[in-house]
Nanobody, 125 residues
Framework: VQLQASGGGLVQAGDSLRLSCAASGRTFSTYTVGWFRQAPGKEREFVSAIRRSGGGTCYADSVKGRFTIARDNAENTVYLQMNSLKPEDTAVYYC???????????????????WGQGTQVTVSS
């Protein structure tokens, strides 16, 4: 599976962005897809994930209520709608896919098999 993340940009606090993660491969619907982010000098952190075939979603507490993850398996794409953006959301955002992952590991970046190249999100105050 090859992943291509896009949609980042420079916005002001309170604005919205929608990130896309486009995947190759006919079996994309069988993968759990996660979004992670990494700010300069900080560790990579979990943002959100969606189980295969849209079976369930989860979010980091810091984005819950502001971000929404969704997938379109027909288009082999997972979206991350980010609303009410804050300066602390500034980071490089990565999407990742896992062929088989248990729920308790879904927030662990090292459990994912495939990664996109990242897209920069910058939120100014």
């Amino acid at each position: 599976v090859q992943l291509q993340a896009s949609g980042g940009g420079l916005v002001q606090a309170g604005d919205s962005l929608r990130l896309s993660c486009a995947a190759s491969g006919r079996t994309f619907s069988t993968y759990t897809v996660g979004w992670f982010r990494q700010a300069p000098g900080k560790e990579r952190e979990f943002v959100s994930a969606i189980r295969r075939s849209g079976g369930g979603t989860c979010y980091a507490d810091s984005v819950k209520g502001r971000f929404t993850i969704a997938r379109d398996n027909a288009e082999n794409t997972v979206y991350l709608q980010m609303n009410s953006l804050k300066p602390e959301d500034t980071a490089v955002y990565y999407c990742a896919a896992a062929a088989g992952i248990i729920l308790s590991s879904i927030r662990n970046w090292n459990r994912y098999d495939y990664w996109g190249q990242g897209t920069q999100v910058t939120v100014s105050s």
